[in-house]
């Protein structure tokens, strides 16, 4: 059966004290709403609508991004998750595959989770699972196999409120159905509202099947203020890093690593510690990424070496056995197999030729204060140290510059570039001036 994921991601999230919508706060680089899409992926679905409310241009921007075929519906009142739910109705009208309503604010479902829904025979599935501390949860109160009813803790008599297998929100049903079930929705309810929890109760009058698939409890966070967000993000870490090293990554420190979302890593790769992966990265196996780098939409072949205190930024593509080290930038640049650019350099907007040597304090000079240029260095290149680039530029395979150039026409394979001042040597003129100045200091200090 086909699948259609409605994604709620209408509220304000008012304890996040924040002019951002909720699901847009961000775990691991990305937004929350993308990590439930992210998950949902698993399933292929035909159709992904995402319910906005506030900040509903923001949450359609950050939604299309993720996925451009992803529709936005308005919810423009908030009257309750069955509400936002029909809201979808319009954008799947004549879908009669299986509808999924997932929370965009809940980030941590796991696929398998998904796929076990997906999987179920029942006319409803709720999932559902049990709670180390069932709290003000919702009790899913079962019948045999069936799931009678979901009861609200407030409305709970005591042998309902010692249920520990509570209610997550998530609900799916064949659209067609599931869009009738909401149609017979009352908002008889002290905050007259229209509420999902309702669908079982409502099925069952029916004498339709309603099912409830578990999982676990931490799959279930949902995210309402700064502090869950920190602690989620923790939780995120945590897992990523154990996941990684279960896939051979070698991490030396791993508390210190920051992953995000995206974040590639091969086997027998080499993580030391305090990295931080920004989004969109992939490491191959066996490159080693070195202490305190920061590394963000680039890509790393195997056998590279990063760091330490490297920056790597967005557009950076590093072939094998690149070497890139301390207090080095790259941005929007191209490096082949075997080039080093080992010390205190800044390369954007460039290609660098296999095995050339970058000489420290280089710099591509790339923007003239409107527009950014390119520089094209060749294979076995050699550019000595304290070369100032100023593109666009392009120095030639084999070539060289001398130290302390500024590079301001293009060099031609084999030639060595010199652009410096001549050097003027005034014999004993050093003894003369210090003695000038220290007479100078001498007389202001009588004076004063």
Known sequence: MSVALIILAAGKGTRMNS???????????APMLHHAMATGTVLDPAHVVVVAGFGADLVTASANAFDPTARVVLQKEQLGTGHATAQAKDALKGFDGLAIVLFGDTPFLRPETLEAIAASTADVTVLGFEAADPGRYGRLVMEADQLARIVEFKDASEAERAITLCNSGVVAAPAPLMFDLIDALDNDNAQGEYYLTDLPRLARARDLSV????????????????????????????????????????????????????????????????????????VESGATIRAFSHLE????????????????????ELAEDVRVGNFVEIKNATLAAGAKVNHLSYIGDASIGEASNIGAGTITCNYDGVMKHRTEIGARAFIGSNTMLVAPVSVGDEAMTGSGSVITSDVDAGALALARAPQVEKPGMARKLFEMLKAKKARQSRGS
């Open 297 to 316: 939409g680039c890509h790393v072949s195997q056998g590279a070496i990063i760091g330490p205190y490297a920056r790597l930024r967005p557009g950076t």
């Open 19 to 29: 002019d951002l919508p909720k699901v847009l706060h961000p775990i691991a680089g």
């Open 211 to 282: 099912t409830v698939v578990q999982c676990d409890e931490a799959e279930t966070l949902g995210i309402n203020s700064r502090a869950e967000l920190a602690a989620a993000d923790a939780q995120f870490q945590r897992s990523a890093r154990i996941q990684m090293m279960e896939d051979g990554v070698t991490m030396m420190a791993p508390d210190s690593v920051y992953l995000s979302l995206d974040t590639i890593i091969g086997r027998d790769a080499l993580i030391e510690p305090n990295v931080v992966f920004g989004p969109g990265v992939t």
